[in-house]
């Protein structure tokens, strides 16, 4: 058992007891030669969930996105999306490193672009130009605090992607995430895009894996592209079997993680030298700001590390909590006090 209480990623899900049965007793095959019949079942199954004809498993999001820009696009060519989106961000600039490509990066509020924001950012045919390609939404947006594309928007902006004759990628790490928070299934969100990506290893609590959903043609080819990322995974049913469980079995009870963060951000934000914009906790992420204390993020959490609270950081002020099933409700309170007592050392 944890002896801390864990709010530094919906990663840290560990699988649950039906997983680790299904995946005991998987039928398996050579995924390479497209033999294994788990994998072929949860292929099936996340392209049904997704309104899309064809699906493949990867071994995470990451792999994901990038096989999805590279089946998309080639050399040279530019990606708009968001200047905090996790492609940009967090993904170790492969898009860039791997694949040629050059970010055009457009700066969103609380992570959202608006559809004329990013019609703005399409430049015409000229020589001197890297020639645009391929646009990426993130949503839920993870660095934005969790936040969420109304479905208006997404349509503004399949709208203007329409009239520029581009293609466009869903970084959907957490798109259930984002269906529970609009009422809405996920393949409603996913219908605005071409391609989606999303991890089945966060919230979902399987151990591994990530989906990337699109047309038939697309996935065929992608299928291409994972293989020379060394994705390419042979016995995959054992973690597929587990993916299956997290797609019938564990989408409805994010709602719980997102009325447990919104239980802590309220009590977070009565807490004197902490500010948190609560217009942006809509789902399970929390991001809250520091700097009244004097103190950075880094500081503040090895004192709330030290009380046996672990979040991660936002530096230079920001940290960032996250809930999933190893977080309870009963937890709430106890956080408060020890985010309380450790504020208190800073005021007055
Ligand atoms: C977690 C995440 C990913 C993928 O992460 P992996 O660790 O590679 O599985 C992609 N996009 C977003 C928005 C994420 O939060």
């Given at each position: ?12 899900t ?22 294994d019949?788990?994998?072929?079942a ?11 004809e ?7 999001g ?9 089946t ?5 060519d ?29 700066r969103g509020?609380n ?7 990013v ?6 045919a ?10 990426c ?13 109304d ?25 259930f995430?984002a269906?529970i ?24 609590s ?34 597929a ?5 997290a797609?019938e079995?564990?989408v ?8 447990n963060?919104?239980?802590?951000a ?25 700097s ?22 936002r ?17 709430i309170p ?5 985010a ?9």
């Open positions: 058992m944890k002896d801390y209480i864990e709010l530094r990623s919906d990663t840290t560990h699988p649950t007891e039906e997983m680790r049965e299904a995946m005991g007793s998987a039928p398996v095959g050579d995924d390479v030669f497209g033999e019949p788990t994998v072929n949860l292929e099936a199954l996340a392209a049904a969930k997704m309104g899309k064809a699906a493949l498993f990867v071994p995470s990451t792999m994901g996105n990038i096989t999805a820009l590279l998309h696009c080639k050399r040279g530019e990606v708009i999306l968001e200047s905090e989106c996790h492609i940009y961000y967090y993904e170790v600039g492969g898009l860039s490193a791997l694949g040629g490509m050059v970010p055009r990066s457009v509020e992570g959202l672009m608006d559809p004329k924001q019609e703005d950012s399409i430049r015409g000229n020589i001197h130009y890297a020639p645009p390609a391929l646009i939404v993130e949503n839920t947006h993870n660095r934005g605090g969790g936040t969420v594309y479905l208006g928007r997404l349509a503004g902006i399949k709208d203007v992607a329409d009239r520029h004759g581009l293609p466009m990628h869903l970084d959907g790490a957490r798109i995430n269906a928070a609009l009422g809405v299934d996920a393949s409603r969100i996913a219908s605005y895009f071409d391609s989606v990506q999303f991890c089945l290893s966060k919230g979902l399987a151990p591994v894996g990530s989906v990337l959903a699109g047309r038939r043609d697309f996935i065929s080819r992608a299928r291409k592209y994972r293989k020379m990322l060394g994705g390419g995974m042979r016995q995959a049913g054992i973690i079997a587990a993916g299956i469980v797609l079995k564990m409805d009870r994010l709602a719980e993680d997102h009325s963060a919104r239980a802590l309220e009590g977070l934000s009565k807490i004197p030298g902490i500010a948190v914009d609560l217009s942006t906790v809509v789902t399970n992420i929390v991001v809250f700001d520091v009244k204390l004097g103190i950075g993020s880094d500081a503040f959490a090895e004192r709330l590390s030290a009380q046996g609270v672990k979040m991660t950081t530096p230079p002020y920001k940290l960032r909590a996250v809930t999933s099933r190893m977080f309870t409700a009963e937890e106890i956080v408060l006090e020890k309380a007592k450790v504020c208190s050392g800073f005021l007055g």
